[in-house]
C-alpha cells in the first residue's frame, strides 16, 4: 500500500476469518498474511478429513431412473389399443385394456393441468 509520503507501506494486515455452522456456534480468528498458505494447507487437511461420511454419486442408479422415466413417458404417449372381442375368450385381456385406456386418459389430463397450472404461473410472475 502507498503511504502519503510516496513510501510504501510495511506493515502486516492480517486476515480476519469467521466461521459458523448456521446455529449458535460461531468462530472468528486472525490470521497474518505471512501465515495464510499454512493456513489454507491445515484448513484444507481439516475439510477433507471431515468429509469422508459424503457418498459419490451413484450415476448407474441416475441412468436407470432416466431410462426409467423415458420408458413411461414413451409408453404414456402410445395410445392403448383396445381389441378383442366383448364376450367368450379374450374378454379379460379387453377389460384389462380398456382399464389401461382409462388410466392413460386419466394421466394425460393431469399432465396436461399441470401444465396448464405451470403456464399460468409464469405468466403471473412475469406480470408481477
Known amino acids: 500500500m502507498k503511504v502519503e509520503g510516496g513510501a510504501e507501506d510495511r506493515r502486516n ?9 448456521g446455529d449458535k456456534v460461531k468462530f472468528s480468528t486472525a490470521v497474518e498474511s505471512a ?8 484448513y484444507g487437511a481439516l475439510l477433507k478429513s471431515s468429509m469422508t461420511t459424503l457418498r459419490k454419486r451413484d ?5 436407470q431412473r432416466a431410462e426409467e422415466a423415458a420408458a413411461r413417458k414413451k409408453k404414456i404417449s402410445e395410445p392403448v389399443v383396445v381389441g378383442g372381442s366383448k364376450r367368450g ?16 386418459q386419466e394421466t394425460l389430463a393431469k399432465i396436461k393441468a399441470k401444465e396448464e397450472a405451470k403456464i399460468k404461473a409464469e405468466l403471473t410472475v412475469e406480470a408481477v
Open 35 to 42: 501465515a495464510l498458505p499454512k493456513f489454507y494447507h491445515v
Open 89 to 104: 375368450s379374450g374378454r379379460r385381456k379387453r377389460q384389462r385394456q380398456v382399464k389401461a385406456a382409462l388410466k392413460q
Open 13 to 21: 494486515y492480517p486476515c480476519l476469518l469467521r466461521v459458523s455452522n
Open 59 to 63: 450415476k448407474k442408479r441416475e441412468k
